[in-house]
């Protein structure tokens, strides 16, 4: 399935000559350690996607829900409507904060990705309970233009509008990290040649980000694929609301693991569709850095407009459900009641911070190792065996969470019928390891997206370079590919980390006793409707999750004054 | 080179805090009894109450209904679950039917629990109630207006034209509701019911309390709710300008879901689990329902105040052994008519 889903691999050595055709037929031999190591990783990752396919061949005959039809079309459209908004928002602001500097620019850089840390069950909420007919904003616009005025955002456009203003981020993060990496020298070079700001950024920029906007794109068509808590709120049945509808109304889990595969069949199409999107070319950087795209300053109506641009985003996407999470707040604080802080709280925001650094580090170091052993070669089989590695991603949460125990029940057999007893002992107790191997195999999606798309603009040279002057493969990952790709890497933690620590339906599923995050009170409270208690633990998860974000900003920002004199 | 420096406190920082936590919980004794309970609210509470009451200690585990029912059969034998707790006859229903559960031969549940509470076969027992019913804003509706005979079918009616809100199909509540309806009046006519509703062009939101705030504010005259939300809405917001109905009256009653459990066929301490299902239905039914206004099924019991505020009704006496067995029908019977 894989191996005839995917286009040629990327990386395709452009340079011509007797020495480098040495090398290359070396490389296409690849390494047998290295390749073997992305073997390995994909076997791990696949097991309980593949856990879950096979359980979808016990169910019953296919009994697909009468309206799947429908539920493949409004996904689609969903898709498409979320894909353009945040590539328009995505890469728009993007250009906007790299190219400019204007009132509160150095600011608003890094409050954009904010809207990443809401968890969309959160949202879907507060966004209706605030905005839709009968929330305070329209019954205040009642109250001065009189009864008649009433609309429902409970719709597939309502539903666009809102997952566009929440996922641009994962466009936003990878755009602007190719402009900051790439685009410099080039973008220069369009502008010496006598190209416009607007004809140098479509003809020249826009093309060389590319790479990095398909990844970026491909992460939101996942997270769309996979959402349950927004459509839900929003009355869009997707292909992932038909599996918990028919796992919730059949009781019957193999019969929605049938569909679960339909999900993944629309994954497949994304991979495709990004890797199209890249194109058959291969844009890599030459030569420096150079002097770095320095940010034109905007001045007055033209400065003023592009905050109000960056605000309105912010205020419609982060702002407006942080105000109303904290009226909540304030609301239960007033009151004589005691807080939901107490008690396990500590804990629960222990665990969460301590998942979340072990769940990133171990994406990264796995995204950065692959994309490493897949520059040493190895051919279309070992890259399509990491491309497996991000399947887990475009899988609903709760399905990876079965996969998982299904992928334990099965080694704690084979384990126990070779005469280990007890086997592996992960699956009986539940395990901290069992949720940090599902973290693993959801998120090394997101990891190895952003670490592959910073490998594509490292040019095959350098590392040919490298190898003919004699480095071995580990000098060459540590000396030369690591620092090379560190915006991506970089980019790579903040996404994985941030989406750990929101991370709601694998932990609820596969947590030993006693064990909770900060997600699953919040969770717990919010099913029950106790809004004003959970208000103030989901601005702790937002807060939490600006950590990273902040942190990865202001690296950002010292390495620009590092590589300039 | 700071980073890897940061990189490798980091990762030292992680593995020391794990450990620490590891810890933590692996030096605790395990409890007597271990509950996978989809139940959360409260539960703390209710289970520090037995254990003060009887000694018999208690961990639980929260989760949603079918995943905990799943991660029970992948556990197997081995799994170290006693009790499954759900907030759905149709959950339970299912475990038992997928054999999960173990049946429990109590005089003393028998006792407490109405026949129509629980399993046939005693492999389940509902412990609390709720009823979904009309709620309506009384500037906009005339209460005669409703139905009272059959309430539910009434909102089929073309008086309540783009008056009426519901909730989606992804909770169990409409399924369940639904369920009951084909039950009680055959596929055919629930299909005509629900035909009706889509008809009226029902708004659909996907959670009671915005169901209430809409109701409040007018942009929905009719709605149908789960009576404690109501209440416990009302308790915070005693001004809302929302009434409630009990339906059916006149008919076969208002339609009414249980929240129970079950002895998980491969504990190994059913004893105790036993015992803890017995208080739940007699000395637990007031900590079951403090704080969240439904309905004890032990007829001894009084509810809260403001639920008990809402009058007596006469549920549907229904079998709720029909919300499992015909949920995915109702779920394909919402699809056919349209209804999202």
């Known amino acids: ?565 | 080179m700071r980073k890897p420096a940061l990189l490798v406190s980091g990762l030292a920082m992680a593995t020391l805090v794990t450990a620490s936590g590891c810890s933590a919980f692996g030096s605790d004794e395990p409890a007597d009894l271990q509950v996978y309970s989809a139940r959360h609210y409260g539960a703390e509470e209710v289970f520090a109450q037995f254990t003060e009451d009887t000694g018999i200690t208690v961990d639980f585990l929260a989760g949603d209904d079918a995943e905990l029912l799943q991660r029970i059969r992948a556990e197997g034998e081995e799994s170290p679950a006693d009790v499954y707790m759900t907030v759905d006859a149709g959950n339970l229903w299912a475990a038992a039917d997928q054999g999960v559960l173990a049946a429990v031969d109590s005089p003393v549940l028998d006792e407490a629990v109405p026949k129509q509470y629980r399993d046939s076969q005693d492999r389940w027992f509902g412990l609390v109630m709720r009823a979904r019913t009309v709620i309506y804003n009384p500037d906009n509706v005339d209460p005669s207006e409703l139905d009272t005979e059959d309430t539910y079918a009434g909102l089929a009616d073309p008086t309540w034209d783009g008056r009426l809100c519901m909730r989606g199909t992804t909770g169990v509540y409409t399924a369940s509701l639904v369920a009951s309806l084909i039950d009680l009046h055959g596929r055919e006519k629930a299909l005509e019911i629900v035909e009706g509703w889509v008809a009226n062009d029902v708004r659909i939101e996907s959670n009671d309390v915005l169901l209430i705030d809409a109701v409040d504010a007018g942009t929905c005259d009719v709605a149908l709710v789960n009576h404690y939300y109501l209440a416990r809405e009302l308790e915070e917001r005693p001004d809302l300008d929302v009434e409630l109905m009990w339906a059916s009256q006149d008919g076969a009653g208002t339609h009414v879901n249980v929240s129970g459990a079950g002895v998980v066929e491969s504990s190994d301490n059913p004893e105790d689990a036993q015992a803890l299902m017995e208080w739940l239905a007699t000395d637990g039914q007031d900590d079951l329902v403090a704080g969240n206004q439904e309905f004890p099924v032990n007829a001894d019991v009084p509810a809260e105040d403001i639920a008990s505020g809402f009058g007596d009704f006469d549920p549907m006496p229904i079998d709720a052994e029909a919300y499992g067995s015909l949920n995915a029908e109702a779920i394909d019977l919402l699809a056919e008519a349209g209804y999202q």
């Open chain 1, 1 to 565: 399935m894989t191996q005839t889903a995917f286009p040629p691999p990327p990386t395709r050595l452009s340079a011509r000559g007797p020495a480098q055709a040495r090398i290359r037929r070396a490389s296409s031999r690849g390494r047998p350690g290295w390749s073997a190591f992305v073997v390995l990783v994909a076997v791990l990752v696949a097991a309980p996607v593949l856990g879950v396919l096979i359980d979808a061949g016990t169910g019953q005959a296919p009994d697909l829900p009468r309206n799947v039809g429908d539920m493949v079309l409004t996904t689609l459209l969903l898709m498409g409507g979320v894909g353009l908004g945040t590539l328009v928002l995505g890469v728009g602001l993007a250009w906007l904060v790299t190219a400019h500097t204007f009132p509160l620019r150095n600011v608003l850089v890094w409050l954009l990705v904010l809207p990443l840390a809401m968890p969309a069950y959160i949202l879907g909420f507060v966004f209706l309970s605030t905005l839709d007919a009968a929330g305070p904003v329209q019954s205040a616009v009642r109250g001065v233009v009189g009864d008649g005025f009433a609309f429902s955002l409970a719709t597939l456009p309502g539903c666009v509008v809102v997952m566009s203003l929440t996922l641009y981020p994962y466009v936003y993060l990878m755009a602007r990290a190719a402009f900051v990496e790439q685009a410099p020298t080039t973008y220069d070079a369009a502008r010496t040649l006598g190209a416009g700001r607007a004809r140098a950024f479509f003809r020249v920029l826009l093309p060389l980000a590319r790479p990095s906007v398909a990844a970026g794109l491909a992460l939101v068509m996942m997270e769309v694929l996979t959402d349950f808590a927004t459509v839900q709120y929003f009355n869009v049945q997707t292909v992932s609301v038909g599996v918990y509808l028919v796992w919730k109304g059949s009781f019957d889990f193999a019969s929605a693991a049938q569909l679960a595969s339909l999900v993944m069949l629309f994954a497949v199409a994304v991979l495709a569709g990004e890797r199209l999107m890249r194109g058959r070319s291969r844009f890599t950087q030459k030569g420096g850095r150079g002097s770095g795209l320095r940010p034109a300053p905007l001045t007055g109506a033209r400065a003023w407009l592009a905050t109000g641009v960056c605000l309105l985003a912010l205020g419609a996407s982060f702002f407006v459900p942080v105000l109303r999470l904290g009226a909540w707040a304030v609301e239960r604080a007033a009151s004589d009641r005691p807080s939901a802080l107490g008690g396990q709280f500590g804990e629960a925001f222990v665990n969460s911070v301590v998942v979340a650094v072990i769940a990133s580090l171990t994406c990264v170091t796995l995204a950065l190792v692959m994309g490493h052993a897949l520059r040493l070669g190895g051919g279309r089989s070992i890259r399509a065996a990491a491309q497996l590695t991000t399947f887990g991603y475009a899988v609903p949460g709760a399905v990876i969470g079965i996969g998982t125990l299904l992928t334990f029940a099965w080694a704690d057999r084979t384990l126990e019928a070779v005469g280990v007893p007890g086997g592996t002992g992960l699956l009986v107790t539940g395990s901290v390891l069992g949720i940090l191997y599902a973290y693993a195999v959801r998120f090394l999606g997101p990891a190895y997206q952003a670490v592959d798309a910073a490998y594509a603009s490292v040019p095959t040279t350098i590392t040919q370079s490298a190898l003919s002057l004699g480095a071995g493969p580990v000098r060459l990952l540590g000396r030369v590919h690591a620092p090379l790709v560190r915006s991506g890497v970089a980019v790579a933690l903040v996404l994985v980390a941030i989406d750990a620590i929101k991370e709601l339906p694998l932990v609820l599923l596969l947590r030993p006793f006693g064990f909770t995050t900060v997600s699953v009170s919040v969770y717990q409270l919010a099913k029950e409707n106790l809004w004003d208690q959970a208000a103030l633990p989901a601005l702790v998860i937002v807060a939490l999750a600006m950590v990273p974000v902040f942190l990865l900003f202001r690296q950002v920002r010292h390495g620009d004054r590092g590589s300039r004199p």
